[in-house]
């Protein structure tokens, strides 16, 4: 390693100096501080890697290495890790039932009512009549047409 990088990497700011930040602040205010420092760590990680591969000087000249930028990559990183790994798209395939889109949506009120039951206790396993354990089945099996009993293959 070169000598500017050892240097650049000694002067990289401990993290309670980046949590001291105006950025960090914000973040332990909203957030767990495990998430934070976490995140913090990542972004410093990062940071090192691109000094231990810079091949000159100028390349480390723009590195933001102030800690209000390793607090705003650190709220970057940890806004990314949070997202909802689920998210709406916008399907212009031309595919209507698309497998990778989640098939077909559903209907605004199928959703309602999933909605209304998912949200709150429910009888999902519970025998109304009976008050005993049920099974989950049985508020599909009523739905389901009469099917003949499945014949026995002939070898």
């Known amino acids: 390693m070169k000598p500017w990088q050892q240097s650049a990497l000694r002067a990289i700011p401990p993290v309670n100096e980046i949590l001291e930040t105006p950025t960090g ?3 332990l205010a909203e957030r767990a501080r495990a998430l934070v420092v976490d995140a913090v760590g990542e972004a410093l990680d990062a940071l090192r890697r691109k ?3 810079a091949a000159s000087e100028e390349e480390l ?3 933001d290495r102030s800690p209000e ?3 705003a990559d650190a ?3 940890l806004s990314r890790r949070l997202r909802p790994r689920l ?3 916008i399907n212009a395939t031309g595919v209507v039932i698309h497998t990778n889109m989640g098939r077909a949506p559903l209907a605004e009120e199928a959703v309602a009512a999933i909605v209304d039951i998912a949200g ?3 009888n999902l396993e519970l025998d109304l009549s009976t008050g005993e354990r049920g099974s989950r089945y049985a508020h599909v099996e009523a739905l389901r047409p009469s099917l003949p009993a499945p014949r026995r293959p002939w070898w």
Do not use: D, F, P, S
Request: proline letters at 0%; charged letters at 25%; glycine letters at 4%.
């Open 51 to 53: 000094i231990a591969a």
């Open 61 to 63: 000249a723009v590195l």
């Open 120 to 122: 709150r206790y429910n």
């Open 25 to 27: 602040q914000r973040l």
């Open 69 to 71: 930028g390793l607090a």
């Open 75 to 77: 709220a970057a990183r």
């Open 87 to 89: 998210r709406r798209v």
